[in-house]
């Protein structure tokens, strides 16, 4: 769910292993953490635009 969140909010500027490296890194932490870590991903690769 959360990388189908990802790819549709960055289209062309999302890459499967850059996604992975971003929920790895953050190693064992709760769902709803994870979530928000994603969403910060993505407002921080909108923002590279």
Known sequence: MLRVRA???L???SHLAEFHDVVL???VIPLSTLGRVVEEYIERKLAET
């Open 7 to 9: 790819q549709e909010a």
């Open 11 to 13: 289209g062309d500027r």
């Open 25 to 27: 890194r953050e190693g």
